[in-house]
């Protein structure tokens, strides 16, 4: 008989929910819904770096993702579901009550930012992130030394704290932090309660600095040696943690009535978005994953006696099974890659949107279509242009790190730069030299995983950045001089987490046969192109002192 898993993904805009057949693979169905507060811009301050999401667009969302999905889905499929798992964005933590309530949801929080989840990339916890990473830099063992030994502005410590010291009313009422994987599971399962409460594996080991061997978190001594408001904090948070192809438990009434699916479906521990979509593109010792997007995120795994001892600098962290049960997952990624050139484009726009804004040549109607013309084409056209360029050509060099850098060597506080400009730099040359400190970026990742001994033999790409362009994703070819192989599935990061449901509802017996059965193709490989490496080659060097030069030599 027939079977589907649901994989449901968070991401930085929208909830995709993405049906499944176990036994082929097949996508029957798909559907997205973008988060309504959040689209109109509320609770954000960018200027400020806050970003900030409200828990009922994670819960409105959801309930009509799925209901879309229905609408497309064969006859009776709901009822064939086996399982389901959640992928989200992280770190995202929000602040719940003693009785595990998202303090947002109480109606003296409705409207206040600090009582919802702190989206990945709000990065107002620099202060505070620079203080975890002394605290254990003092300590013994170094707290941080599987997470890449600097604590960053985008995890969870870093926005707890600095949200508490904010508010003091949101201080008063907090009694822990939930991360937006571990929430999603436990609103579904009935489990948000503290004494039922229990979280996966990914989130606490990347970002929330548990680890076995010193018995999940650091003691208390250490969070109130960085404030005494975390007094406690830690000793809240259940001391074991799941991989995520074990259940939570099993859907409630309520919410199966909401969902149109069956009391009691079982719902797997949740993981971040990119672990889930590597499990989906198949990763592998030596092969890199890479969800291009917004951001980066990268994924790779290895096993305990390849990596033996060896703690990864830099990175976003070494957790055993945060990605596949067995083995560790490695993360690192870039705080900022499309959004790089979307940086750009609204630089470029800017002046001209304006002007098209309050023109008289045309009507609103012809306003408004010109307007979404230069939304829809201007980064298809300055490809095109950029393209024509030949590598080094232009002799602008640009760093890429407008959002900070995630890795390698987490600072928030470095900005980008650009540097080579003359009065013949047109839009087309710094465009280049934009999608060129993108893929710099990248191969500093690269390049460091390699001299800690970690293996990058091949890439493989998904996120929307590799289908939507031939010329970033050539540039990364030639820039890594390596072999890019673009994944088929247009939904990876949902596909992963449908397979982790096919397992945590007992269609497979494990995660390497879910993949075989369900994991995605390869739809297209982008090969180096070896005269245009040479010349990166050389380019790579002007990235790094640049990138020397504008953080001190610390890059
Ligand atoms: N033609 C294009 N060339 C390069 N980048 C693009 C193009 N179109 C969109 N982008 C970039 O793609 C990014 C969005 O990627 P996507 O994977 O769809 O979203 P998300 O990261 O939110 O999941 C944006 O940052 C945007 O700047
Ligand atoms: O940072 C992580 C995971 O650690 C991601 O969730 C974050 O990059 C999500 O970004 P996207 O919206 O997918 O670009």
């Known amino acids: ?96 009550d003693a009785q595990g309530v998202a303090l947002a949801l109480r109606p003296e929080f409705a409207d206040n930012p600090n009582a919802m989840f702190v989206l990945w990339k709000d990065h107002t916890a620099v202060k505070e992130a620079a203080e975890f990473t002394a605290a254990a830099a003092r300590s013994e063992p170094n707290y941080l030394k599987y997470e890449g030994g600097i604590y960053s502005s985008e995890w969870y410590w870093s926005k707890a704290l600095h949200v508490m010291r904010k508010d003091s009313a949101v201080r008063d009422a907090v009694y822990m932090w939930v991360e937006h994987c571990d929430w999603m599971s436990a609103v ?227 900005a980008g730069a650009i540097a080579g400009l003359k009065m013949g730099s047109g839009a087309p040359e710094v465009f280049r030299a934009l999608v060129e400190a993108t893929a710099f970026g990248a191969r500093a990742i690269i390049e460091r995983f390699r001299a800690e001994g970690v293996a990058v033999d091949s890439v493989v790409a998904i996120g929307g950045i590799s289908k939507k362009s031939d010329f970033v994703m050539q540039t990364c070819a030639d820039v890594w001089n390596c072999p890019i192989d673009v994944l088929d599935s247009e939904q990876s990061c949902a596909l992963g987490a449908a397979i982790f449901a096919a397992v945590v509802g007992g269609a497979h017996a494990d995660v390497a046969s879910a993949q075989r059965a369900m994991g995605s193709k390869v739809c297209k490989t982008y090969e180096p192109n070896t005269k245009a490496a040479r010349v990166y080659d050389q380019l790579y060097t002007r990235y790094q002192s640049l990138g020397e030069f504008v953080d001190g030599g610390q890059s």
């Open 1 to 96: 008989m027939v079977s589907y898993a649901l994989g449901l993904d968070y991401g930085s805009d929208s909830v995709r929910a993405l049906l499944v057949n176990t036994a082929t693979g097949e996508e029957v169905a798909s559907s997205v819904v973008n988060y309504p507060r959040w689209s109109q811009g509320l609770y954000c301050e960018s200027a400020a770096d806050q970003f900030r999401q409200h828990p009922l667009d994670y819960l409105e969302s959801l309930e009509q993702a799925v209901a879309q999905l229905w609408r497309q889905a064969p006859e009776g499929a709901a009822e064939a579901v086996v399982g389901l798992s959640f992928d989200t964005t992280g770190s995202t933590p929000v602040a719940v």
């Open 188 to 414: 579904l399962t009935g489990t948000t309660h503290p004494s039922e409460f229990r979280m996966g594996r990914c989130a606490a080991g990347h970002k929330v600095m548990w680890h076995e061997s010193w018995g999940g978190y650091p003691p208390n001594d250490f969070f109130v040696s960085v404030d005494p408001m975390l007094d406690g904090l830690a000793s809240r948070l259940p001391t074991d943690t799941f991989t995520s192809d074990q259940a939570v438990g099993g859907l409630t009434q309520e919410w199966a009535s909401k969902l149109g699916l069956p009391v009691g479906t079982p719902v797997g521990f949740s993981a971040f978005d990119c672990h889930m979509g590597a499990v989906a593109a198949n990763v592998q010792p030596g092969v890199l994953t890479k969800v291009m997007g917004t951001s980066t995120c990268d994924i790779t795994i290895a096993g305990y006696e390849a990596l033996s001892e060896t703690c990864v600098r830099g990175i976003c962290g070494q957790v055993d099974g945060s990605v596949i049960p067995g083995m560790v997952g490695l993360e690192a990624g870039q705080s900022a890659f499309g959004d790089l050139y979307a940086w750009f484009k609204n630089l470029i726009n800017g002046p001209a949107k304006s002007i098209i804004a309050a023109s008289t040549a045309l009507n609103e109607a012809g306003r408004a279509a010109l307007l979404q013309e230069l939304e829809d084409k201007t980064l298809v056209e300055l490809s095109r242009a950029a393209s024509a360029l030949a590598p080094g050509q232009s002799g602008v060099t640009a760093l890429d790190w407008v959002n900070g850098r995630r890795t390698p060597d987490a600072d928030q506080t470095v």
